[in-house]
């Protein structure tokens, strides 16, 4: 890979790399069109992690340097673990709650992509709690005219 888009958990802190931080990231949770969840939503203003206690979770899990390491976005105590599933990658989440009461809290980006579908829908989640992405590359690539357009690209 001449180039990679991370969060900033993942961003390799070495002199041989090259870091851009691209943009800041929110939450918003998805869930089926008919959720109970969204009348709390339209009374509220908002969701937090109370509101989706009672509701199966999924949780995401991204890989680290050392290990997957689960995103606690959705849970009230950091170290509590209460997911119903958890998947390494968002693009799976889509189906495990068309069809359910199961929720997820994913990037607002990838949610405006996936919520597409007739049966999913989405809202702000927890706006406090967002993450940066970075682009890293070796700088052996720095000259590579590809990995300059790419970063150009990218930037926009």
Request: proline fraction near 6%.
């Amino acid at each position: 890979i001449s180039a990679c888009l991370v969060g900033s958990e993942m961003c390799i802190r070495d002199r041989d790399y090259i870091v851009k931080k691209l943009f800041d990231e929110t939450y918003s949770l998805v869930m089926r069109k008919d959720h109970p969840l969204l009348d709390v939503f339209k009374k509220k203003g908002d969701i937090g992690a109370v509101d989706t206690k009672g509701y199966r979770q999924i949780e995401f899990a991204y890989p680290t340097q050392e290990r997957l390491r689960f995103d606690p976005v959705m849970r009230i105590d950091k170290n509590q673990r209460e997911s119903s599933f958890s998947v390494p990658f968002f693009t799976s989440m889509p189906l495990l709650i068309g069809t359910s009461d199961a929720v997820a809290a994913i990037p607002t980006r990838l949610a405006e992509l996936i919520t597409r579908s007739d049966d999913i829908t989405t809202v702000p989640y927890r706006p406090d709690s967002g993450f940066p992405y970075h682009l890293i590359w070796h700088e052996r690539a720095r000259h590579n005219p590809a990995t300059r357009w790419f970063v150009e690209q990218m930037a926009m």
